[in-house]
Each structure stands twice: as structure tokens, then as C-alpha cells.
């Protein structure tokens, strides 16, 4: 067992947009991710998602509306939930996701990341 430095595993992430995972926890998978700019619309099926921004402004889009999430927030996006994800500015983000939750839902695109390195 050891603790885990956010801010440490967060500085190794050179890209936008692009997972690394940090830890698992049961069937989940602890990520974190730099995001900016917008991503796509997209749903998973089967998966809810948790956003937990440290550090940045998260706009996060839904059909019917928007939230934005503040450092310190999360959000929680159930499945089937169409989403998209804006940062206006870089976002740093906290992801708890099962395993099987492929970044780009039900897309596949330049964006998705099939295979996740662990930092």
C-alpha cells in the first residue's frame, strides 16, 4: 500500500484528453486526465462516470442543460446519459470508472483510448 500524490501522478500527463490510470479499486479504475478544449458527445451503456476536477473549471454538457464543476466538485454522470465534457481553460480530473468504461462511450474515434498506461 502506499499514498497516492495527485499532484505528482497529474504532472507525468503530457496530454489532453488521454487517461492514465493511478489505481483500481474493486472493479473500477482510479484515472486522471488533463483536459482542454471540447471533447465529444457521447454515452456509456453500461457505466456511470465520476469527474472529480482538482484543479480548473469543468463545463460539463448535457442535452437539456449544463453544470459546471468547480475544484474540490465532482459529478456524477449516470449511464446512457449523453455528455459532453468543455474546458474552457486546462482541467485536471479525477476519474473512478469501472474497468470496462471506454473513454469515448459509444463513439470510436481518433479519441479513444483503448489501451491505458498506468503511471
Known amino acids: 500500500m502506499e499514498a497516492i500524490n495527485l499532484r505528482k501522478k497529474l504532472a ?3 496530454e489532453y484528453w488521454s487517461p492514465r490510470i493511478v489505481g483500481e479499486l474493486n472493479d473500477s479504475y482510479v484515472k486522471v486526465v488533463k483536459l482542454k478544449g471540447e471533447f465529444i458527445w457521447h454515452h456509456h451503456e453500461h457505466e456511470d462516470e465520476l469527474f ?8 460539463m454538457r448535457f442535452r ?56
Open 52 to 59: 472529480l476536477v482538482v484543479a480548473g473549471r469543468l463545463k
Open 64 to 119: 437539456d442543460g449544463e453544470i459546471a464543476v468547480e475544484p474540490g466538485e465532482f459529478v456524477i454522470v449516470p449511464k446512457g446519459v449523453e455528455h459532453l465534457p468543455v474546458a474552457e481553460e486546462e482541467v485536471q480530473i479525477v476519474l473512478f470508472e469501472p474497468k470496462t468504461t471506454l473513454n469515448t462511450g459509444n463513439v470510436q474515434n481518433e479519441r479513444t483510448v483503448a489501451q491505458l498506461e498506468r503511471i
Open 12 to 14: 507525468q500527463v503530457n
